[in-house]
């Protein structure tokens, strides 16, 4: 199993619009380390789910539903999208604030390649993230 982070600004699509919908395709990602980060997801991979730009905070925890298929919202193959469920939302959210101060995660990726919107997470970081969240 992987473990991986996705972020998203709550106002074009928050953990509720998530949730209502039950499901959702990972869409419009233009970028191409966050586009091979999703070729390498796997069915059954958690995923946290990150507001960013407002909160800036792992709000819940996702699965990967389906593998990476061509993204709908484009022509050009090169592009793809994965499938993924809510889980849960965390009682407790986990700040970019919070995860900087924790020196257990300096290496997070989240941390190093702010930009990018499709991340891997380590075991041992999604531990810490998760134990964060409880």
Do not use: C
């Not at 953990?15 to 233009?30: A, L, N, T, Y």
């Not at 909160?55 to 539903?65: D, F, H, K, S």
């Not at 997070?108 to 380590?122: D, F, G, Y």
Request: aromatic share 12%; charged share 30%.
């Amino acid at each position: 199993m992987n473990y991986w982070l996705v972020k998203s600004e709550p106002f074009k699509y928050s953990w509720d619009d998530f949730v209502k919908e039950g499901k959702s395709v990972w869409d419009g990602v233009r970028n191409y380390q966050a586009r091979n980060n999703m070729m390498a997801m796997k069915k059954g991979d958690w995923v946290f789910f990150y507001h960013s730009n407002e909160g800036m905070e792992v709000v819940g925890l996702a699965e990967v539903q389906k593998e990476h298929f061509p993204d709908p919202t484009t022509e050009d193959p090169r592009w793809v999208v994965v499938e993924l469920i809510p889980v849960k939302k965390f009682a407790k959210t986990v700040t970019l604030k919070t995860m900087k101060a924790d020196d257990r995660l300096s290496g997070l990726a989240l941390i190093k390649q702010s930009r990018l919107s499709v991340t891997p997470v380590a075991k041992a970081e999604f531990d810490i993230i998760l134990s964060l969240a409880e």
